[in-house]
């Protein structure tokens, strides 16, 4: 299925000549790479540790690329409209290098997961996301929370590193599981709901505004990341549970709220 997504991508770059957008389909082979790994590695080894941190790298590289390119976009957007002053930094080369450091960080951690070079990696590309959100204005979207909840969703990528980082210099005071459900639930969950929601509404003719209901499960699936990073800390199966529900409660919120605008004629 991966690959048949590849494949339909290229398919569309190539017909629309959006030649930038050739550099998505590498995380997207790697994802299907690692798809294929998990069974092989599962088999031979009995465990699965390289191929999933291979598949989250991917993840957070391909959020990384199309992140940066979506939330400072449909922040300028919003801002010039409703909320005209200091407005998203133009993709400079720090983006570009922010993206590598955390590519290199990312491969480190996939294959030597606990040596200080990839915890040192891990802290650098850590500054970097978090520096190169600051300067999307996120702060100045609260009034919008379908802008607000990309800015939202992305900060659990620079988080998601900090805690890997900190997972390998300091393993006693922060368990590795909170790094990895930083960056999976956090930012892979919360990412993906915003921006169906969002590529739903525009692209069924829907005014792109968020009602309570989307408010609500935006606030759920936020929910449910923090709580998965508590129980990493806690151990507990009640936490576990509760992140469980808001979890279920974003993603089930999401099929009752604009399941209907996927079925039916695009509004005009």
Same mark, same amino acid.
């Given at each position: 299925?991966?690959?048949?997504?590849?494949?339909?991508?290229?398919?569309?770059?190539?017909?629309?000549?959006?030649?930038?957008?050739?550099?998505?389909?590498?995380?997207?082979?790697?994802?299907?790479?690692?798809?294929?790994?998990?069974?092989?590695e599962?088999?031979?080894?009995?465990?699965?540790d390289?191929?999933?941190?291979?598949g989250?790298?991917?993840?957070?590289?391909?959020i990384?690329?199309?992140?940066?390119?979506?939330?400072?976009?449909?922040?300028?957007?919003?801002?010039?409209?409703?909320n005209?002053?200091?407005?998203?930094?133009?993709?400079?080369?720090?983006?570009?290098?922010?993206?590598?450091?955390?590519?290199?960080?990312?491969?480190?951690?996939?294959?030597?997961?606990?040596?200080?070079?990839?915890?040192?990696? #891990? $802290?650098? @590309? =850590?500054?970097?996301? /978090?520096?190169?959100?600051?300067?999307?204005?996120?702060?100045?979207? %609260?009034?919008? !929370?379908?802008?607000?909840?990309?800015?939202?969703?992305?900060?659990f990528?620079p988080?998601?590193?900090?805690?890997?980082?900190?997972?390998?210099?300091?393993?006693?005071?922060v368990?590795?599981?909170?790094?990895?459900?930083?960056?999976?639930?956090?930012?892979?969950?919360?990412?993906?709901?915003?921006?169906?929601?969002?590529?739903?509404?525009?692209?069924?003719g829907?005014?792109?505004?968020?009602?309570?209901?989307?408010?609500?499960?935006?606030v759920?699936?936020?929910?449910?990341?923090?709580?998965?990073?508590?129980?990493?800390?806690?151990?507990?199966?009640?936490?576990?549970? #509760? $992140?469980? @529900? =808001?979890?279920?409660? /974003?993603?089930?919120?999401?099929?009752?709220?604009?399941?209907?605008? %996927?079925?039916? !004629?695009?509004?005009?």
């Open positions: 299925v991966l690959l048949a997504v590849a494949a339909a991508a290229a398919r569309e770059i190539v017909a629309g000549r959006n030649w930038r957008n050739l550099k998505v389909l590498l995380p997207l082979a790697i994802l299907a790479c690692a798809n294929g790994a998990f069974h092989i599962a088999h031979l080894q009995g465990t699965s390289i191929s999933r941190r291979l989250m790298a991917a993840a957070i590289v391909l990384s690329l199309i992140g940066g390119r979506i939330i400072p976009s449909f922040t300028r957007n919003w801002l010039v409209r409703e005209p002053g200091r407005l998203p930094a133009p993709s400079d080369r720090f983006d570009t290098a922010s993206i590598a450091i955390s590519a290199i960080a990312l491969g480190a951690w996939t294959f030597v997961p606990d040596n200080s070079i990839s915890g040192m990696l #891990m $802290a650098v @590309a =850590a500054i970097c996301q /978090a520096w190169r959100l600051s300067r999307w204005a996120g702060e100045r979207t %609260l009034r919008d !929370p379908l802008v607000l909840i990309l800015h939202l969703a992305y900060a990528v988080l998601g590193f900090a805690f890997v980082s900190a997972s390998i210099f300091f393993p006693a005071a368990p590795v599981a909170a790094g990895l459900h930083t960056l999976g639930t956090g930012a892979v969950g919360a990412m993906t709901l915003a921006v169906m929601t969002r590529a739903t509404l525009g692209h069924t829907r005014e792109l505004k968020a009602g309570r209901g989307t408010s609500f499960i935006f759920a699936v936020l929910l449910a990341g923090a709580l998965r990073i508590l129980a990493a800390f806690v151990s507990s199966g009640a936490v576990i549970d #509760m $992140a469980g @529900a =808001a979890w279920m409660a /974003a993603f089930a919120g999401f099929l009752l709220i604009h399941g209907a605008a %996927l079925t039916t !004629p695009k509004a005009r």
